[in-house]
């Protein structure tokens, strides 16, 4: 994609329209709707932790958080911090307007296979801004991994695309669900 496309599809993406049920964020909360476009990505000391099968795939207190604009936050894993004898390579590969190309792995631990259940960006874009930090982070799906954000077990983002974890202390709505394909 050259600059001309990426400035195109970046300014399609900001006159998106909103839905009208935003949620009011209470005390100790925040809405997905005051995240910025493009991303912020901000490093955060929460614990953080994978499992699949009770084996720990990932477990750390320097994640990277990622807010976009009506996602759940996304948390990417120093890859330090994460068993990669579990991962296996896959050929699946997706492209972020703010990120770059991304890589996906499937998740194997005894006979449990999880696909697809991994991404990361080993060469984000050169004009990424805050998404450079996420060069080799890892970030996991939650539809059949157990994933913990302070020692609470978080639910998935839905539709299947998007990897965000939702906790009590976000409001949306969120982007993912059916019908929220144009925000």
């Not at 964020?25 to 995240?35: K, M």
């Not at 539809?143 to 639910?155: G, K, P, S």
Request: some cysteine; proline content about 9%.
């Amino acid at each position: 994609m050259d600059d001309a496309e990426k400035s195109h599809y970046r300014n399609k993406m900001r006159q998106r329209p909103s839905p009208e049920d935003i949620v009011e964020p209470g005390p100790g909360q925040e809405s997905v709707w005051d995240y910025p476009r493009p991303p912020r990505v901000v490093r955060i000391s929460n614990a953080g932790r994978v499992l699949l099968e009770s084996r720990v795939i990932a477990a750390s207190k320097g994640l990277l958080k990622v807010m976009e604009t009506a996602s759940p936050p996304t948390y990417y894993f120093p890859p330090g911090d994460v068993d990669v004898s579990c991962l296996l390579e896959s050929e699946r590969r997706t492209f972020c307007e703010w990120k770059g190309e991304a890589r996906y792995w499937h998740v194997k631990v005894g006979g449990t296979l999880v696909e697809n259940a991994v991404w990361s960006y080993p060469d984000p874009l050169e004009d990424s801004g805050d998404c450079a930090q996420l060069r080799g982070y890892f970030a996991f799906y939650s539809y059949e991994l157990e994933c913990f954000l302070a020692d609470q077990r978080i639910d998935p983002q839905q539709g299947g695309f998007y990897g965000g974890w939702i906790t009590p202390d976000i409001t949306g709505p969120f982007k993912g669900a059916q019908g929220t394909k144009e925000w």
